[in-house]
C-alpha cells in the first residue's frame, strides 16, 4: 500500500534530497512539505503548504500521513542569535513532532547530528541531544534517528567553515581511526532514510557515522 510522508526541512540540504528520491519511490503516493514560505516542486506526487511555525498548532490538519521526515535545522548567525536557533532546532520540530503523533503518525525520522547530547558543551550538540530526548518521550510505533558527520552539498546560504572542512576532513579521515568521521552527502542521507523507512521495524533506531554509508 502506497504511504503518505510529511517533511519539514524540505528545501534544505537533505530535505531537497528526500524529495528529489521520494517522488521516484513506488511505495510513496504522496509528499506533503511544510514550509515557511511557498516552495513549490514540479511533481504531481509533492503538495506543498505554507505554515507558520509559531503557530502550528493551526495547521494540525497537515500531519496527518505515515511517516514524518523531519530534516529542519538552523545555524546561530542564520537564524540570528542562539534563542532563535533553539526555537528552529528544538521547539518547532518537537512541536510538529507532537502533532504527527498525535494524528496517529507511525514512523518519525530525525535528522540530528554526530555527537548529539544533552550536556555538550557546544550550544549546537546540545540542542540536538535535547530534541532527540524530548522526542523519544511521544507515543510513535518506531522513531529512527541519523547522526551524520559533516555534510556535503549545495546549500542555499554560504557556511564557510562547512566548506573548509568539506576539503579537509575527507583527507585527515584517511588517518587510522578516523575513517568513520569523513564527511556523508546530504542525499547520501536521505537515501538511508528512505532505505530504512521502506524496511519494517519497531522502537527506537539510532544511525551513526559508518552506519549511514550502508543501506
Not at 494540525?60 to 542569535?81: E, P, V
Request: glycine share 8%.
Amino acid at each position: 500500500m502506497a504511504k503518505k510522508a510529511i517533511i519539514i526541512g524540505a528545501t534544505g540540504l537533505i530535505g531537497s534530497h528526500l524529495i528529489e528520491q521520494l517522488v521516484q519511490d513506488d511505495s510513496f503516493d504522496e509528499i506533503v512539505t511544510l514550509t515557511r514560505r511557498s516552495a513549490p516542486f514540479s511533481h504531481p506526487k509533492v503538495h506543498n503548504e505554507v505554515v507558520d511555525f509559531e503557530r502550528l498548532e493551526e495547521h494540525a490538519n497537515l500531519f496527518r500521513g505515515d511517516l514524518l521526515f523531519s530534516c529542519l535545522g538552523t545555524t546561530k548567525k542564520q537564524a540570528g542569535g542562539l534563542e532563535r536557533q533553539y526555537k528552529v532546532d528544538v521547539e518547532y520540530q518537537f512541536r510538529a513532532a507532537q502533532l504527527a503523533a498525535d494524528n496517529g503518525v507511525s514512523h518519525y525520522l530525525l535528522v540530528s547530528s554526530s555527537g548529539a547530547n544533552p550536556k555538550s558543551s557546544s550550544a549546537y550538540l546540545r540542542m540536538k541531544g535535547e530534541l532527540e530526548q524530548k522526542v523519544l518521550t511521544l507515543p510513535f510505533t518506531r522513531i529512527s534517528i541519523f547522526r551524520p558527520s559533516l555534510l556535503l552539498g549545495e546549500r542555499g546560504e554560504s557556511r564557510p567553515a562547512e566548506k573548509i572542512g568539506a576539503v579537509l576532513l575527507p583527507w585527515v579521515c584517511r588517518l587510522p581511526g578516523l575513517r568513520q568521521y569523513r564527511p556523508i552527502s546530504g542525499a547520501q542521507v536521505a537515501e538511508k532514510m528512505i532505505n530504512v523507512c521502506n524496511k519494517t521495524g519497531t522502537g527506537i533506531e539510532t544511525f551513526t557515522l559508518d552506519e549511514l554509508f550502508y543501506t
